[in-house]
């Protein structure tokens, strides 16, 4: 089945710093999407994509959809103890439409 | 306020006993998801359905698991007979469907199967 590689797994990063991930795959698809979860609760989505070189912004956070189709990044800029949880990338594949697989998500921890 | 809604939120029971994990899905949302987090796996989709019925339930143990949706506004998971290896947190999500791939979660139930 396919796969999603997410990196890097986890940061410890100082307040006020930027912070970068991505996720990459063996196919290409339609659609990337980036959730946060906060410890306890589900993940909630941040910001959708769907066009190959397509950058959206949602506040702090910036993300891209890949030209290859097969990649996707999310920048985090001056960091906040609050940005503190996992971030997931996800993407609903070409042949099972509405089908969202998940990345192994990127532990992000900021120090004060 | 729209929201997923889960039932129960924690659940600790015996091996061998019964589960079963409800979830009311957005208002209107026609596509319905059940995740399993652990921390080995991540997230793992068990099953979803659109318009109730089932189109993937590949990622589901057959032999004990089952998923149903016996109205547009439920959906249970079933855990029979439940193992210490069941222990996880279970998400629902919904979303709007085909064209819509941006899916909304529950806040989750966390079992404990001792």
């Known amino acids: 089945g396919q796969q999603l590689n997410q990196s890097p797994q986890s940061m410890f990063i100082q307040e006020g710093e930027d912070v970068s991930m991505n996720c990459t795959s063996s196919?290409?698809?339609?659609?990337w999407l980036w959730y946060k979860q906060d410890p306890g609760e589900g993940p909630v989505l941040l910001i959708a994509?769907?066009?190959?070189?397509e950058l959206t912004s949602n506040g702090r956070l910036t993300a891209q959809f890949g030209i290859t189709r097969k990649d996707s990044f999310l920048n985090i800029s001056a960091s906040i103890p609050s940005d503190v949880g996992i971030y997931f990338c996800a993407n609903a594949g070409g042949t099972s439409y509405g089908k969202l697989t998940f990345g192994q998500g990127t532990i992000l921890t900021v120090h004060p | 306020d729209a929201r997923v809604t889960q039932t129960p939120r924690d659940k600790v029971t015996e091996m061998g006993q019964e589960v079963t994990m409800r979830c009311q899905p957005i208002?209107?949302?026609?596509?319905v998801f059940w995740y399993r987090q652990t921390m080995m796996q991540g997230l793992e989709l068990l099953a979803y359905f659109r318009n109730r019925a089932p189109l993937d339930d590949s990622g589901m143990p057959k032999d004990r698991f089952s998923a149903e949706m016996p109205d547009a506004t439920l959906a249970t998971l079933k855990i029979q007979p439940s193992e210490p290896r069941d222990s996880a947190v279970y998400f629902c999500?919904?979303?709007?469907?085909?064209?819509?791939?941006?899916?909304?979660f529950g806040q989750g139930t966390r079992l404990t199967v001792v």
């Open positions: 999500a919904s979303a709007r469907g085909v064209g819509f791939p941006e899916a909304f």
């Open positions: 208002l209107g949302h026609n596509t």
């Open positions: 994509l769907y066009k190959a070189g």
């Open positions: 196919s290409i698809f339609n659609t």
